[in-house]
């Protein structure tokens, strides 16, 4: 058979080979080093045969895209040695997680943060030894019964779940054997890297009437510099938790009130309405037309919309003169209803509507997590009607608008496209053209991107734009998702050139997600220090004295006409505790005022992070605080 590599070449195995047989075709030190594999873009243990045609990419130890596979394997470890510290011990399910991985147990005894360091050494004399992850396809009543004699119930009651025709696999390590799919690694010895990092609870299979379990948290990387270095960005997301620093420099806050919903404060709404303002501008300048559409919605909608039979368990109801209500969990459904309120036209397409429209959904309590995770979410909501050929421009200039606007924030992205799945609404001609499309549309702008074959919604394929922060963590923000259906559903039509009727293709687009974790996620990249545009203070006056306070005043007004946020901080406080509060209080621009300035109209400049500037004429200052903040620069960047 045959099959491809990522450069075009083709090789020829013999019929039946694995992936790992592809890898020693190409060299046997490659092999040696092989971790896993993709196989038209999924990745697939190296120990399964391949087919003819495939194409095949190799994931090296050492490979960000082999990372999962690592922490995989370490979690298997990690269960291993718990065996061996906590005899009778349950084992439960240990995947791998964005940023590690995590095991729940069922421990004989209440363990606490003091283990984790007993069960690492177990770990590290486990891993003395090179032990090979060995695969097997076992008979369901052989391994169920195993288990049973084991008194492992959770693998029981997992094995019982499984359809009756899937095939079991097990993955074996030593003396330690896990029903696992896998994949995982050829052997235990790239495993040197770890840490466990803190325990939590967690329901059996999230249900809170099922036993709570002890999940184990660690992470793995392939070298010592990398687990290094994520653990100091755990230390500072810390230190930067937007909770925290909603508190300090508030914000916002919570109350158990409301729970799920934000209190915002008066500098939190300054934040708030210029991310709204700039996102507003920069939606007009791309010619799309704002609407705002209600909260509360008859039952009819979402049953005609879909959302009554697969959302209604997320969504608020509420019984109204005995007719049954829900409020809106998402804008699209209501953006349809006004395509469709008056007769449309193919010269009106593409149409753009955006709304800044706030939303309800039933999150349960346990995942609430500050601005992160809300019930009440005002999202940065848009939908386009297009035709089908209009799908590729109108793509190419939404993705434009994002990568525009994620450079404004400088934080880095990674890009997805997930395809067609086995169940799907729409012709194969459509989902055809619409894929072709996307591909073009990235290629175009010569992004590299991963291809989720068969991970697109049923109602048609999408883009996801995954945005890394300060601290390198990842944030599914940006989504480009293409919809065949509720153009169906609510029998969407526009009077084309031929004058038929025809069907529009709806295009789903996001940018922020929400304004609400969009500004939970700002906070943590810029450690509460926003650039000077979105900030809530950007100068503060520092007279030295009283008799300073007049030309402190006079430079406020001065800034305050030139748009410049601008406070005076005339406490009796000595001139350093007031600039330390101001580093504190993440002031960007702070304007000391002593003899000398107040004598030339000058102020001493001092910028958040302890940069002194020096003396300067104070219509400069102003001149260089509007241009920063007209151009909304990042100061220093």
């Not at 090789?11 to 694995?18: I, N, Q, S, V």
């Not at 169920?144 to 084991?150: K, L, P």
């Not at 184990?216 to 010592?224: E, L, P, R």
């Not at 039952?299 to 005995?322: A, C, P, Q, V």
Request: hydrophobic share 40%.
């Amino acid at each position: 058979m045959k099959v491809h590599l990522p450069d075009g070449t083709e090789l020829e195995l013999e019929d039946g080979a694995t992936g790992l047989d592809c890898a020693r075709a190409i060299g046997e030190r490659l092999a040696k080093v092989t971790a896993a594999i993709e196989v038209d873009g999924k990745v697939q243990d190296l120990r399964l045969p391949l087919t003819d045609g495939v194409t095949v990419k190799i994931l090296r130890v050492g490979d960000e895209e082999a990372l999962p596979i690592l922490r995989h394997s370490t979690a298997h470890v990690l269960a291993e040695a718990a065996r061996h510290v906590f005899p009778g011990v349950k084992i439960s399910i240990g995947p791998p997680i964005d940023n590690g991985f995590y095991y729940d147990f069922d421990f004989p005894e209440q363990i606490g943060e003091a283990d984790l360091a007993r069960l690492e050494n177990e770990m590290r004399r486990i891993l003395k030894q090179k032990h090979a992850f060995e695969r097997a396809t076992i008979d369901r009543d052989t391994v169920r019964q195993r288990f049973v004699d084991e008194d492992e119930q959770y693998k029981v009651e997992l094995i019982d779940d499984l359809p009756i025709d899937e095939p079991l696999t097990t993955y074996t390590q030593d003396d330690f054997s896990d029903l696992c799919r896998g994949p995982h690694l050829q052997d235990t010895g790239p495993i040197k890297a770890f840490k466990l990092t803190h325990l939590a609870g967690a329901y059996w299979r999230g249900d809170s009437t099922r036993p709570m379990l002890t999940r184990v948290y660690g992470t793995a990387f392939f070298t010592q510099e990398d687990l290094e270095l994520h653990l100091h960005n755990i230390e500072e997301a810390q230190k930067r938790d937007h909770r925290r620093l909603g508190r300090e420099l508030d914000l916002f806050s919570f109350n158990d009130a409301s729970p799920g919903g934000p209190f915002w404060h008066p500098k939190g709404m300054v934040v708030w309405n210029t991310l709204v303002d700039m996102w507003r501008g920069e939606n007009n300048a791309r010619g799309y037309q704002e609407v705002k559409t209600p909260i509360l919605y008859a039952s009819d909608l979402w049953k005609t919309s879909g959302h009554w039979e697969k959302f209604r368990e997320n969504m608020y109801l509420l019984e109204i003169e005995e007719r049954a209500f829900g409020m809106k969990p998402m804008n699209c459904p209501a953006h349809c209803l006004i395509f469709k309120s008056q007769r449309r036209s193919y010269r009106e397409l593409p149409l753009r509507m955006n709304e800044v429209g706030l939303v309800h959904r039933h999150e349960p309590s346990g995942t609430l997590h500050g601005l992160m995770r809300v019930r009440h979410i005002t999202q940065d909501d848009a939908h386009l009607f297009v035709t089908t050929d209009q799908i590729e421009e109108e793509v190419q200039n939404v993705l434009g608008f994002a990568l525009d606007l994620y450079e404004l924030f400088a934080m880095n992205f990674k890009i997805e496209l997930s395809t067609r799945p086995e169940v799907r609404v729409g012709d194969d001609a459509i989902w055809d053209k619409a894929e072709e499309s996307l591909h073009r549309v990235l290629q175009a702008r010569g992004i590299d991107y991963r291809v989720n074959e068969g991970d697109g919604a049923f109602y048609g394929p999408k883009i996801d734009i995954h945005l890394t922060d300060s601290l390198g963590r990842s944030w599914q923000c940006g989504t480009v998702q293409l919809d065949f259906n509720l153009p169906e559903r609510f029998d969407l039509a526009y009077t084309g050139a031929d004058d038929q009727d025809h069907r529009p293709v709806m295009i789903h687009r996001a940018l922020l997600g929400s304004f609400e974790r969009f500004i939970g996620i700002l906070i943590e990249h810029y450690g509460g220090a926003f650039p000077l545009w979105l900030a809530p203070v950007q100068a503060v006056i520092l007279p030295i004295s009283d008799r300073h306070l007049m030309a402190a005043e006079l430079a406020r007004d001065a800034l305050q006409a030139a748009g410049i946020r601008t406070q005076v901080d005339g406490r009796s406080e000595s001139i350093g505790k007031r600039i330390a509060e101001a580093e504190t209080q993440k002031v960007p621009a702070m304007l000391v005022i002593g003899d000398r300035e107040a004598e030339i109209g000058a102020v001493a400049v001092r910028r958040h992070g302890r940069i002194d500037l020096g003396t300067l004429p104070l219509d400069g200052v102003i001149d260089a605080l509007v241009t920063e903040r007209d151009s909304r620069a990042i100061y220093g960047a």
